[in-house]
């Protein structure tokens, strides 16, 4: 296959801005059971080492594939099953040679392999301190534990190092006691004691789908909740994390290769995405937005579907704009001047990138400078078009004339141009 070049420079550019804002941060990601079992933790190992390369704390949690006598639920409040001693000392010989595995893909540093010169560091630790389950509706729970803390300093420490972290299943107790630990808590209570900003989790299959087995790509915590045994992981631990801190949640499937850097360097990603807050947002434009405008409006005008505007107009009129950002970048814009001696306001510059048309986007931003006008007192929204009248019309636009339009307006208006005036009521 021939080099791409043009697609490799696009797609530098699209995770530039996440490269930036990566770094510093810190990130908890749970190996599932599979990915270690089938030996593919030698690959993600190199998309690891690129992580830590751009300066992003890692801390790795894994569990063990060893059966229990009970097979594990989704449900929130189903207890765990009883870890007996027998069980306990399988959890450990396993948990040991898993540890070993992780550490030994993330020590590769030949230079065939993408990790040349890593030098990845791993430090492991008692840094979790954990406590018996105790009795639970009358059962034993005997070696089963929950965590009651993270050694988060001694954790930050090594991550100041520039250390990976790694996290076994297992928590220590001040008697000198082990107690097995699924890895999804220890990552989530890790996750809210570091101040992370993601859990990623690595598993076949953990995303949520729909009725029909398509993935969704974005969640809320409310609506994660609600569908949660759409996945094959237990997620409720993991979700309790983003009701404790300002996080993310990614649920990607390890069969994917490369998951984890299309999951976080591309704006939609592959997986599951969970949020406390909506991912995608309309809100007011800021000046740090105004780049991204130009370049979603600037095409438009060279077609002639805008009027062209210079670009000190813009940095001028910002205050009349709103954008739809996702993921912290701007994916569509829209303008809305209020004419309030008219009781009227001009809807203008409704733009979106190409590839977020067609999805009800364009009718969100109209729909939000229908309530704004509205609540500013406007009685009267109106668009000036020359392309997309019928788009206007289809969501209740009637046509007008340039008397329709405040006087100030007017003045400005250009017959020469020919842009049909369509007017809508802002009532809702």
Same mark, same amino acid.
């Not at 297992?170 to 993601?198: C, D, M, Q, W």
């Not at 977020?356 to 931003?365: A, F, K, P, V």
């Given at each position: 296959m021939d080099f791409d070049r043009h697609r490799f420079i696009g797609w530098f550019r699209e995770a530039s801005p996440y490269?930036?804002?990566?770094?510093? +941060?810190?990130?908890?990601?749970?190996?599932?059971?599979?990915?270690l079992s089938d030996g593919r933790i030698r690959k993600l190992a190199h998309d690891i080492a690129l992580l830590a390369s751009l300066g992003i704390r890692l801390v790795l949690s894994f569990g063990a594939d060893v059966p229990l006598t009970e097979k594990p639920s989704n449900a929130a409040d189903e207890p765990a099953p009883p870890v007996p001693p027998e069980i306990l000392a399988s959890l450990m010989k396993e948990v040991g040679r898993l540890r070993l595995e992780i550490e030994a893909a993330l020590s590769q540093g030949t230079d065939a392999t993408p990790m040349a010169g890593a030098r990845l560091r791993v430090a492991g630790g008692n840094f979790v301190i954990g406590r018996p389950l105790g009795v639970l509706s009358g059962v034993d729970r005997l070696y089963a534990g929950t965590v009651r803390r993270i050694e988060s300093e001694a954790v930050r420490q090594h991550l100041d190092s520039g250390e990976v972290v790694l996290?076994?299943?297992?928590?220590?107790?001040?008697?000198?006691?082990?107690?097995? @630990?699924?890895?999804?808590? @220890?990552?989530?209570?890790?996750?809210?004691?570091?101040?992370?900003?993601?859990?990623?989790? %690595?598993?076949?299959?953990?995303?949520i789908r729909d009725g029909g087995g398509k993935v969704l790509r974005q969640l809320t915590l409310g609506e994660a909740r609600k569908n949660q045994k759409r996945s094959t992981i237990p997620l409720s631990p993991l979700l309790e994390a983003l009701d404790a801190a300002d996080l993310r949640l990614h649920l990607l499937d390890t069969r994917e290769d490369g998951a984890l850097l299309l999951e976080l360097f591309t704006r939609d990603g592959i997986g599951t995405l969970i949020s406390r807050d909506p991912f995608e947002h309309i809100?007011?434009?800021?000046?740090?937005?105004?780049? +991204?405008?130009?370049?979603?409006?600037?095409?438009?005008?060279?077609?002639? @579907?805008?009027?062209?505007?210079?670009?000190?107009?813009?940095?001028?009129? !910002?205050?009349?704009?709103t954008v739809a950002s996702r993921d912290r970048s701007v994916i569509g814009c829209v303008s809305l001047t209020p004419y309030p001696e008219a009781r009227s306001a001009e809807m203008a510059c409704l733009a979106l990138?190409?590839?977020?048309?067609?999805?009800?986007?364009?009718?969100?931003?109209?729909?939000?400078?229908?309530?704004?006008?509205?609540?500013?007192? !406007?009685?009267?929204?109106?668009?000036?078009?020359?392309?997309?009248?019928?788009?206007?019309?289809?969501?209740?636009?009637?046509?007008?004339?340039?008397?329709?339009?405040? %006087?100030?307006?007017?003045? %400005?208006?250009?017959?020469?141009?020919?842009?049909? @005036?369509?007017?809508?009521?802002?009532?809702?």
């Open positions: 490269i930036h804002r990566f770094r510093g +941060e810190t990130f908890v990601i749970v190996l599932g059971g599979d990915l996290l076994p299943p297992f928590g220590f107790s001040p008697t000198g006691e082990l107690f097995y @630990i699924p890895a999804s808590e @220890i990552a989530s209570r890790a996750a809210v004691a570091l101040e992370a900003t993601k859990i990623i989790l %690595l598993d076949r299959a953990p995303e809100r007011k434009a800021t000046l740090d937005d105004l780049v +991204e405008i130009l370049e979603i409006i600037r095409p438009l005008e060279e077609k002639g @579907i805008l009027v062209a505007r210079p670009r000190e107009r813009i940095e001028m009129e !910002l205050d009349h704009f990138l190409p590839e977020y048309q067609g999805e009800g986007r364009g009718g969100q931003l109209l729909a939000w400078c229908r309530r704004e006008a509205y609540r500013q007192g !406007l009685e009267t929204l109106f668009v000036l078009t020359t392309q997309s009248s019928r788009w206007f019309m289809e969501r209740g636009f009637r046509e007008g004339r340039p008397e329709d339009l405040p %006087l100030e307006r007017s003045r %400005l208006y250009d017959p020469t141009r020919k842009s049909q @005036i369509l007017l809508s009521p802002t009532a809702p």
